[in-house]
């Protein structure tokens, strides 16, 4: 059995994407008209424009949510993995994360945002239906639905659903 663990929100308190979208917005709000509508590019090719600019050069070690680190911790001997997998651009969760040792595998995206539905075939293709699931946001409500297992994280802790 496998755990896949979600990052924005759920391993981490923040999310880095909706952060750097706000940074931008109020440092130059013609960036998305260029981006959308003049460039025609996608919302995955915005998230790695946004992210590949922001520098990380500090530990994220108080940006991590103490109640999941404490729940892998806890839980490791159940499952033959624990693996992130993310929406956010594989190239940075795995800067962020890598040198962690948190989980067997770190996956984001990459050329399909790993988010939603797309999140959860990627899931399937990878490990089948025999995964449970860790998330925060209601775009991970069609994996909480297919795991064996859904577990939700908020500011009120983790709940079994």
Known sequence: MVCVIDFDGTLLKNDFFKESFFIQLIENPFYFIKHF?????????????????????YSIDHLINPLVLAWIQENRSMYKEIVLVSASPDFFVKALI???HIFDGIYGSETINLKGVNKLAFIQEKWGNAFHYMGDAKADQPIFLAAQQAFKVSAKGISKL
């Not at 509508?37 to 050069?57: D, G, P, V």
């Open 37 to 57: 509508l003049i460039k025609k590019a996608s919302f995955l090719a915005l998230k790695h424009q946004l992210l590949k600019n922001r520098l990380i050069n």
């Open 98 to 100: 890598s040198d962690l």
